[in-house]
T-cell receptor, first 116, second 113 residues
Framework: EAGVTQFPSHSVIEKGQTVTLRCDPISGHDNLYWYRRVMGKEIKFLLHFVKESKQDESGMPNNRFLAERTGGTYSTLKVQPAELEDSGVYFC??????????????FGEGSRLTVL | GENVEQHPSTLSVQEGDSAVIKCTYSDSASNYFPWYKQELGKRPQLIID?????GEKKDQRIAVTLNKTAKHFSLHITETQPEDSAVYFC????????????FGSGTRLQVQP
């Protein structure tokens, strides 16, 4: 079974440009989370989808970040315009819902964003 | 909201020694405490978790202890091996599977052969 996949693995852009990150969760996982890790710090929560609905977006830093999950399958996270402080590794994670959910998150390998 | 503090940030041990990583949390309603291991260049993976109805859980060489009164939990790795070298993250939440995890800042463990 395929795990959580993220694309691109690494993106280098200049300040002011736009970047879109994509996450494909494990098939059948209704929960989808975006997290970000800035170098040496915690893995910080950004937002949580249940199917196509935003369950919790309290971690989104500002309106330069836009996440979508149309159709409840893959998700995209767009940063526009990118700033230097947006650099970091963006992780996507998915999990089951309901009684099958043990609490375990299945992570992707992350998308490393470097803003110059 | 929840706040998780993790210490130490780096830890170096000799192969065969034990390693202990400690975390504290702020939300007394948190009831689920997982630990994730991230090897270099790989994705974080769950290695062990504990729920608030137990004080200790063990799985081979790893164990986790929870002190709800003090609001802290710890990861214990015995008989460390070079393949234990990785970054370890603790986390906490009040709703396993329903709410987001709050992670600590990570501990880089280096096991010297």
């Amino acid at each position: 079974e395929a795990g959580v996949t993220q694309f691109p693995s690494h993106s280098v852009i200049e300040k002011g440009q736009t970047v879109t990150l994509r996450c494909d969760p494990i098939s059948g996982h209704d929960n989808l989370y975006w997290y970000r890790r800035v170098m040496g710090k915690e893995i910080k929560f950004l937002l949580h989808f249940v199917k196509e609905s935003k369950q919790d977006e309290s971690g989104m830093p500002n309106n330069r970040f836009l996440a979508e999950r149309t159709g409840g399958t893959y998700s995209t996270l767009k940063v526009q315009p990118a700033e230097l402080e947006d650099s970091g590794v963006y992780f996507c994670a998915s999990s089951l819902t309901g009684t099958a959910n043990t609490g375990e998150l299945f992570f992707g390998e992350g998308s490393r964003l470097t803003v110059l | 909201g929840e706040n998780v503090e993790q210490h130490p940030s780096t830890l170096s041990v000799q192969e065969g020694d034990s390693a202990v990583i400690k975390c504290t949390y702020s939300d007394s309603a948190s009831n689920y405490f997982p630990w994730y291991k991230q090897e270099l260049g790989k994705r974080p993976q769950l290695i062990i978790d504990i729920r608030s109805n137990v004080g200790e859980k063990k799985d081979q060489r790893i164990a986790v202890t929870l002190n709800k009164t003090a609001k802290h939990f710890s990861l214990h790795i015995t008989e460390t091996q070079p393949e234990d070298s990785a970054v370890y993250f603790c986390a906490a939440t009040r709703g396993a599977g329903r709410r987001a995890l709050t992670f600590g800042s990570g501990t880089r463990l280096q096991v010297q052969p």
